[in-house]
């Protein structure tokens, strides 16, 4: 059975400061710090001594993350630029606000994936699963019986649909809303061949923190 671990990287800097986050390269808060120490806790109790990988996107906010975890099960992290989070171009490290004074509001029908939210340089949904399935299809393209991907919230969405075999044109109304320092862990039954999602944005050991 192969056994994948979605890991959404803890609290960075442009949470704490309002700000857009995308492809704006914002560390973690010391608050986030000990969160990825919590991540790898439950990862290494729930994996114990198999071997696994380490998947991440190359900000540095999911790195810091995947260097928690990968050092705990004394492997590296492999890093995949395509598991970014997705860009809101010129909003990116701005004020939230100011991307709300300036965001095109999702159309109900329509081409959904394709729409563009207004600040120049944004990627649509589309162009993020574009880059996103072949991310993950090479992931699971491995023999790994363990692996851990470490991405962002609405990337990680996409990872989900991805595992599920959705079409990449089915999932413009599919969201999983996911909070930072989740946890979602991804089941293949090797007897019915089933993708599995054995659980969805697991945070309870983020208690306390």
Do not use: C
């Not at 671990?5 to 800097?13: D, F, S």
């Not at 704490?16 to 560390?27: P, Q, R």
């Not at 394709?114 to 399935?133: C, I, K, M, S």
């Amino acid at each position: 059975m192969r056994h994948v671990y979605l890991v959404t990287h803890p609290e960075a800097q442009d949470h704490v400061d309002g700000l857009v986050g995308g492809w704006y390269d914002s560390e973690l808060t010391a608050r986030g710090h000990l969160q990825a120490e919590r991540i790898a806790d439950v990862l290494a109790s729930r994996i114990g001594p198999q071997p696994v990988e380490v998947y991440s996107s190359d900000l540095r906010r999911a790195g810091q993350a995947a260097a928690r975890i990968a050092q705990r099960f004394s492997v590296d992290v492999r890093t995949d630029p395509r598991l970014r989070e997705r860009s809101n171009g010129e909003a990116d490290g701005r004020p939230q606000a100011w991307l709300a004074e300036r965001r095109i509001p999702m159309p109900e029908f329509g081409d959904r994936l394709g729409h563009h939210d207004g600040p120049a340089g944004a990627e649509t949904r589309l162009a993020l699963v574009e880059r996103l399935y072949p991310a993950l299809e090479d992931i699971l393209s491995r023999d790994a019986e363990y692996q851990i991907v470490v991405s962002h919230g609405s990337a990680t969405s996409y990872l989900i649909t991805a595992w599920l075999g959705m079409p990449m044109k089915s999932t413009d109304r599919a969201f999983f809303p996911l909070t930072s320092g989740s946890i979602t862990t991804l089941l293949h039954n090797d007897t019915h061949h089933s993708h599995q999602v054995i659980t969805l944005n697991e945070t309870t050991h983020l208690q306390g923190l």
